[in-house]
C-alpha cells in the first residue's frame, strides 16, 4: 500500500516539478465534485483534487487523484490516477480572468486490480480573485478495452494559484 501512495504522489507531483524549473513557470491547484455517468446507465459521484504547471506559453503538465463511488454507495466505487497534458487559451480575454483550456491524458483506474484508460476534457477557470478561482470542466474516461465505458463527469470545482 505504501508503495502504491508513493507512486500515486510521484506522479502527480513529478510533473509540476518540471515545470518549475522554467523561469515563466505558472501553476495552480484545484479540488472538484463531479456528478458522474456512465454508457450503460450508471450514476456517481467523482471527487479529487490536482495540479499542473504552465510549461511554455498556455501549454501544460499536471496529474490528479480522485476517487469515483457509486449512486448505490462510495464504498463501491474505485481510484481515479492521472496524468495530463492541457493548452490554456491564457488571452481568451483581456482581463485574463476567463481562461478556458482543453485537456487529454493517461488514466489509470484502480480497485483491486488496473485499468489503464484515456481521458478527454475541456473547460474554463473564471477567476474572480488573483489567486482563487471557479473551475468548471467537462471530462470523459476511456478504458482501453473492447466492452469500453465512457465514464462522463460534469466538474465543478475551487482552482487556486
Known amino acids: 500500500m505504501s508503495k502504491l501512495i508513493f507512486v500515486i504522489l510521484l506522479a502527480v507531483l513529478l510533473p509540476l516539478a518540471a515545470a518549475a524549473q522554467s523561469k515563466e513557470w505558472r501553476g495552480q491547484g484545484y479540488a472538484f465534485v463531479a456528478p458522474t455517468s456512465t454508457t450503460e446507465g450508471g450514476f456517481g459521484l467523482h471527487i479529487g483534487g490536482g495540479g499542473e504547471g504552465l510549461v511554455y506559453k498556455g501549454l501544460g503538465v499536471g496529474g490528479e487523484i480522485g476517487y469515483v463511488g457509486s449512486a448505490d454507495g462510495l464504498r463501491d466505487g474505485f481510484g481515479v490516477l492521472s496524468t495530463d497534458i492541457s493548452y490554456h487559451f491564457t488571452k481568451a480575454t483581456k482581463s485574463r480572468k476567463f481562461a478556458p483550456f482543453v485537456t487529454s491524458g493517461y488514466s489509470m483506474l484502480f480497485r483491486s486490480s488496473a485499468v489503464n484508460s484515456i481521458n478527454?476534457?475541456?473547460?474554463?477557470?473564471?477567476?474572480?480573485?488573483?489567486?482563487?478561482?471557479?473551475?468548471?470542466?467537462?471530462r470523459d474516461h476511456i478504458p482501453l478495452r473492447s466492452e469500453a465505458i465512457h465514464f462522463f463527469g460534469v466538474r465543478i470545482g475551487l482552482a487556486f494559484r
Open 120 to 138: 478527454i476534457g475541456g473547460g474554463a477557470n473564471w477567476w474572480f480573485k488573483d489567486r482563487i478561482g471557479l473551475r468548471l470542466e467537462l
